[in-house]
């Protein structure tokens, strides 16, 4: 394996808003939600990866057609589950909640907390920042290891009994190398290394290809971490405007109940748990269950109070990142412009986005016809490429006052970005123009169990998974994509779906151009 190094750097904060919360006289509990199971689906982007249901995006029909079969596969992926990071509503508010609960212990000593909450007189905060977790880890394997099995086998037409990509043709002479790409943060680094090792197999994993670690955290441009590119990110009425939902959210109201509910186990009333309190021991159930496999704060909240808790994270990636944020499609546009170049076997000589046109007009740092593509990425990456896209489906008015959040929003955090989520972007060749939908997903043993001929399929289309879920590639803007009901796009027809991309993205003015309409058009971009 040839690896490239970089340099690594930080970027902004936001402000939170605290709200306090009186303790409550009753201690009546309600119906709390102790199935942990059930719990971690509404985590947001801290959820554990699990494959979304293939119909889940209102797809009719999941299988692919026969005579059809998959020519080349893209794959955006975000890292496995991490420690807390360093933002606002993340790893900061949960250590003032940790600095509060110790300064209690510190005066009271083991009788501060009752009831639900006696764990607290003992509990410390034992999570590190930033790091991918060894949960993380294996998840990222697993996906390395499902990928091969459902798409490497079929790719690399393996033989029986095949459990790795091999590395050499059936005649013995070696491969190409394939490259993989991944920004220089640590964890998304890591993630990398353990997805190959899922793919590639435990033995000289890291002999079978070639990995490039593009810069995160300077200046450089970075289709994997678009933001460090596009300065107006920085700024706090732009690029934090989902951050400050978030606060907006919880000082709303959806965990007043629950506040006072745990204040009532806070010795002689003497303390109080503030709303940014309860919502840190919510995100302290989440990483201490991917930490140590199980956390006493899960049990302590009503469903309600979950779908709350999931809904904040809605909020942040729809106004950061998606048709919620002036800058959505300027920080998806340079990766989709990457996946379509390749597509068209064509380098990127220059850019007017993320595009770091000096490693994609090089066929060393951006090979051509490589039968798939893996690029280790982030959760707000995933939604800005698909807003990019221009699928509707994700497009909706969420309001940051609604309390019980819209229950049939389409964009939902904790399908669309757990840990491990993965966009696929298939090129699928079929030999008839218009192949016959097929209504669910099927095995495939192997590239023609289901009549499939690369001899005879000169006819392409393009479908994505998200999380296995097919996308409906027929909502994209125009109808360009429409009239079939499998997700699946006729290649030209989705290559012609994408010919204004970059002007809807408005990069430039958006990235860097001091404008008032911090808000965007609702269309996930900003014009003059």
Known sequence: MRLTTCTLLGF????????????KESRAEPDLLTDIQAIQRYWGQITPYNDTPASYFGVENTGLPYGCGFEQVHILHRHGARYPTGSEEDAVNDDLFAAKVGSIQAKEGSEAFSGPLAFLNTWKDYLGTNLLLPTGAAQDYTSGTQFWNQRGRLLYNATIGQSYYNASFTNGTARPLPLLRTTSQERILDSALAWSNGFFGPENATSKYNLLVI????????????????????????????????????????????TNR???????????????????????????????????????FTEAEWEGFEYTSDLEYYYDYSYGSAIGRAQGIGYLQEVIARINQQYITSS??????????????FPLGQRF???MSHDDILVSVVTAESVDYFKESLPINANPPPA???????????????LYTEVIGCASASPAEVQNPYTQYYPGSNGYNPDNAPHKFIR????NAVV???????????????????LSSFLASQADAETKANYQYGCFANYTDTAGNGDGSVFA
């Open 464 to 467: 994505q998974l998200w999380n």
């Open 472 to 490: 409906p590639l027929a909502t994209i803007e125009g109808g360009y994509c429409s009239g079939r009901t499998d997700g699946m796009c006729a």
């Open 262 to 300: 745990l204040n009532g186990y806070l010795i002689n009333g003497q303390y109080s748990f503030n709303q940014n309190d309860t919502y840190a021991m919510m995100e302290l159930c989440s990483y201490e269950y991917a930490t140590f496999g199980s956390s006493d704060f899960c049990g302590l």
């Open 12 to 23: 902004g904060s936001i402000t939170a808003v605290l709200a306090i919360a009186t303790p």
């Open 373 to 375: 593509y893996l690029d």
């Open 408 to 422: 049939d929003r389409h964009f939902r955090l904790s399908y669309l970005t757990p840990f491990g989520a993965r």
């Open 215 to 258: 810069p995160e955290g300077g200046t450089e441009n970075n289709t994997l971490a678009s933001y460090d590119s596009c300065f107006n990110d920085d700024v706090d009425a732009i690029g934090s405007t989902g951050d400050n939902a978030v606060f907006t959210y919880i000082a709303g109201g959806f965990l007043d109940a629950a």
């Open 352 to 365: 007017n986005t993320s595009v770091n046109s000096t490693l994609d007009n090089n066929a060393e740092t």
